[in-house]
């Protein structure tokens, strides 16, 4: 089956098209609102300005696709795989991506507000002024993630990886911070008022310690 079949079934009432292989597809512009493509294979595939809402995306493969303003609005996405995309500007509002893997992928403004991304791997993603307000990041890697103005409000980042991530003026206020580990995550251009804070383990040595404390107690007066 290719695109033009695809719209042509969904066109008719069908919503069930799982296990489909559309490499290199051209969906853009399309409503495909409640579709199941469940464990479909759409990499390198072009879907920008598509809609996605209430679909059912779980495992799907998206690798390398260009998914420009897109709208994935309360879809699940759980385990997707979603490997040097470009999402800019898209929505991703109340979806489930848990455990999905986003590794290298242009985030750049995304709507990512009440999403579950625990467990997802975000690592060297750029995430800059992207919109995580309340989204669940609890066990995520963002190791190398560019978080550039991102919003974070509100987010759980419990157990979250935050290693050698970019967090100019990142806003974490009334977030949740407490992970493992505050080894190569630099707070000192971030917004943590009302944040939960992390402590220092004993991994960490006292002067670190010391370093870390001030630099969280300057980054909450500012």
Same mark, same amino acid.
């Given at each position: 089956?290719?695109?033009?079949?695809?719209l042509?079934?969904?066109?008719?009432?069908?919503?069930? @098209?799982?296990?489909?292989?559309?490499?290199?597809?051209?969906?853009?512009?399309?409503?495909l609102r409640?579709? #199941?493509?469940?464990?479909?294979?759409?990499t390198q595939? %072009?879907?920008?300005?598509?809609?996605?809402?209430?679909?059912?995306l779980?495992?799907?493969? +998206?690798?390398?696709a260009?998914?420009?303003?897109a709208?994935?609005?309360?879809?699940?996405?759980?385990?997707?795989?979603?490997?040097?995309? #470009?999402?800019i500007?898209?929505? @991703?509002?109340?979806?489930?991506?848990r455990?999905?893997? +986003?590794?290298?992928a242009d985030?750049?403004?995304?709507?990512?507000?009440?999403?579950?991304?625990?467990a997802?791997v975000?690592?060297?993603a750029?995430?800059?002024?992207?919109?995580?307000?309340?989204?669940?990041?609890?066990?995520?890697?963002l190791s190398?993630?560019?978080?550039?103005?991102?919003?974070? $409000?509100?987010?759980d980042?419990?157990s979250?990886?935050?290693t050698?991530?970019?967090?100019?003026? %990142?806003d974490?206020?009334?977030?949740?911070?407490? @992970?493992?580990?505050?080894?190569?995550?630099?707070?000192?251009?971030s917004?943590?008022?009302?944040?939960?804070?992390?402590?220092?383990?004993v %991994?960490?040595?006292a002067?670190?310690?010391?370093?870390?404390?001030? %630099?969280?107690?300057? $980054?909450?007066?500012?």
């Amino acid at each position: 089956m290719d695109a033009a079949e695809l719209l042509e079934c969904y066109s008719v009432g069908d919503r069930y @098209f799982s296990q489909l292989s559309l490499r290199d597809a051209n969906l853009s512009e399309v409503c495909l609102r409640d579709i #199941n493509l469940s464990g479909a294979d759409l990499t390198q595939s %072009t879907a920008s300005g598509a809609g996605f809402q209430d679909a059912n995306l779980q495992e799907i493969t +998206l690798d390398g696709a260009m998914l420009w303003r897109a709208d994935f609005s309360r879809s699940c996405l759980v385990r997707a795989s979603l490997n040097r995309v #470009n999402l800019i500007r898209a929505v @991703f509002c109340d979806s489930n991506l848990r455990q999905a893997s +986003l590794r290298n992928a242009d985030l750049r403004l995304v709507n990512f507000q009440n999403a579950n991304l625990s467990a997802a791997v975000l690592i060297g993603a750029d995430l800059r002024y992207a919109n995580l307000q309340g989204a669940n990041l609890e066990g995520a890697d963002l190791s190398r993630a560019d978080l550039t103005g991102a919003n974070l $409000s509100e987010a759980d980042l419990c157990s979250a990886t935050l290693t050698h991530a970019v967090l100019a003026k %990142t806003d974490f206020s009334n977030a949740d911070l407490r @992970f493992d580990s505050l080894d190569g995550v630099d707070f000192r251009d971030s917004n943590l008022r009302g944040a939960c804070l992390p402590q220092p383990r004993v %991994t960490v040595s006292a002067h670190e310690s010391v370093r870390l404390t001030r %630099t969280l107690l300057a $980054s909450i007066r500012e």
